[in-house]
């Protein structure tokens, strides 16, 4: 079965994702098809919008980017990016009490920082969200996680579609027609989230988290080299 069916299985029911002892090698393989396909297929989808829309494109030069020298620009987006998504979206997918405190911690205090309601130093928010996370701890019971363990497929589901809006926002709107476009700008971060979310199923934490920083590592080393 290849990744693709595999993901179409695992997105009609993620439940029946058991973790698999499977050599690394063999699984950064499959990981490198995956993303190269789907990074090329996205790109070729953007060009489309671009010669096809005006305001896709006027949307599209919006991109944020980190104006820091290469070394910090790869520090942020190659390491400390990726440990805060997964650690905020694909941690928890392994439901207990300790997991989910951490992920609901480290996305509150990543929300309140995109909605602009704090404006603190990353060190700052990196320790908010343990303060945070701690303090569901203390608060969250066993009832709460066998909820969430019996809606296990929807909490893979919010986490796979909150991932991929999260980019949403790397992009400035100016009309109601360009949030139209919303979809397609995010549709990259919602197959790499999807596979994500099923390769920390299958595969484990660190594995993802590996795939992760290499994705990053990748587009910004080719961006680099293009621009």
């Known amino acids: 079965m290849n990744i693709f069916s595999k993901l179409y299985w695992f997105l009609k029911n993620p439940k029946l994702i058991e973790k698999a002892k499977t050599p690394f ?6 990981f490198m098809f995956f993303d190269i396909v789907i990074t090329l297929g996205w790109a070729f989808l953007v060009t489309i919008l671009i010669l096809s829309f005006e305001q896709f494109e006027e949307v599209f030069k919006t991109k944020k980017a980190i104006n820091t020298s290469v070394a910090n620009k790869l520090f942020i987006t190659a390491l400390v990016a ?8 694909r941690l928890s ?7 989910i405190s951490i992920s609901i911690g480290t996305q509150i205090i990543l929300y309140l920082f995109i909605f602009r309601v704090i404006n603190f130093p990353l060190h700052l928010r990196i320790i908010l969200m343990g303060g945070v996370s701690l303090i569901i701890y203390l608060v969250i019971n066993k ?9 296990k497929r929807f ?16 992009f400035s709107f100016t009309s ?3 949030y139209s476009f919303i979809p397609f700008l995010v549709s990259l971060q919602f197959c790499f989230g999807l596979y994500l979310s099923y ?3 299958s595969y484990g934490f660190k594995n993802v988290l590996l795939f992760h920083v290499f994705h990053n590592l990748m587009i910004i080393l080719i961006s680099q080299i293009a621009f």
Do not use: D, G
Not at 93 to 99: A, T
Not at 143 to 151: A, F, G, I, N, R
Not at 155 to 170: D, K, M, T, V
């Open 25 to 30: 090698f063999k699984t950064f393989k499959e």
């Open 82 to 89: 990726p440990l805060i998504e997964e650690t905020a979206y």
């Open 93 to 99: 997918l392994k439901i207990n009490r300790l997991n």
């Open 143 to 151: 009832t709460s996680v066998l909820y969430l363990k019996k809606k």
């Open 155 to 170: 909490f893979i589901y919010y986490n796979i579609i909150a991932f991929s809006l999260l980019h949403a926002f790397n």
């Open 176 to 178: 109601v027609l360009q």
């Open 199 to 201: 390769a920390r199923l």
